[in-house]
């Protein structure tokens, strides 16, 4: 019973961090729309989503099935191996940002459309959706419990409700992944092309025209994994961890780099404050460097063994 507990736990309170609307009126005074106000809320969700590892691991070694224990040791070794990817790319947020509580990286990015951090910062939007499909252990990233080799993998002897408890936390943790991708680089519970939901007075109108915003917004993500599962085919092992350690961590290290000397330069030599020119100048260098990676890095063989030559080598 610990295993299931320990991935269903965890699941459920990394969701306590992240605002979903304006704050709500009431005559004792505001209430904010977030179940925990946290000054280090984004630290606390991968701090929580980390111990989901600990449950799937436990899973598959306590039920004495070898099959079990491979999906256990395969999702131990994804999930710390993309772990890593999914937390440099948010490195660039912070140092954009310059916070970690995650309301004031929405105000950040109140602005204007193009000050959502998914214009400045496209490839750690990029490098954070790819590694949260791998975090979740959706297609095509779902190694742990490919039926075709591993039976159900990591949850083969489990049944009734505890069996269930491993496919809410699944779902909830894609629950969470699309809310935190809205929080991080879509601006949140913003509506765009108006300013009128970022400052008060607060009403209840504008809470409910946040939420939905906000609501939306998290479907179009979970539309997007649920999209992607249907639509390709999962990796082989190697191919999962080659890319997660020759190219989704190299390039996040190397983004992260590039971004802090980029932002130094225009804020400290140039003077610039964040607005939407200065977002804008950070995505033509996201564009540049978007352009050699997804268009001449990748001939096919930007994973390791994807491309079989002729005569069957690798």
Known sequence: MLAPAMSFIPALLTFAVIP?????????????????????????ILAFGSLGVYGIVLAGWSSNNKYSLLGGLRASA????????????????????????????????????FTWNVFPLFLAFFIFIVAAFAETNRLPFDLPEAEGELIAGYHTEYSAMKFSMFYIAEYSNMVTASALVTTLFFGGYDIPFTHWDNAPPWTVVKLLATLAMFSLKVGFFLFLFIWVRWTLPRFRYDQLMALGWKVMLPLALG????????????????????????????????????????????????????????????
């Open 20 to 44: 979903f609307a304006t704050p709500l009126p009431t005559p004792w005074g505001e209430v904010e729309m977030v179940v925990a106000n946290l000054p280090v809320g984004f630290l606390y």
């Open 78 to 113: 994804q999930m710390i191996s993309y772990e890593i990817a999914l937390g440099m790319s948010t490195v660039a947020v912070l140092l954009l940002v310059g916070n970690v509580t995650l309301t004031d990286v929405i105000a950040k990015q109140s602005q204007s459309l």
């Open 255 to 314: 983004y992260v780099t590039v971004i802090a000397t980029a932002i130094w330069f225009l804020h400290d030599q140039l003077g610039w404050t964040y607005d939407t020119r200065f977002a804008l100048a950070l995505f033509g260098l996201n564009l540049l460097l978007a352009v050699p990676l997804f268009f001449v890095l990748d001939r096919g063989h930007i994973i390791a063994g994807s491309v079989v030559e002729e005569g069957g080598r690798a």
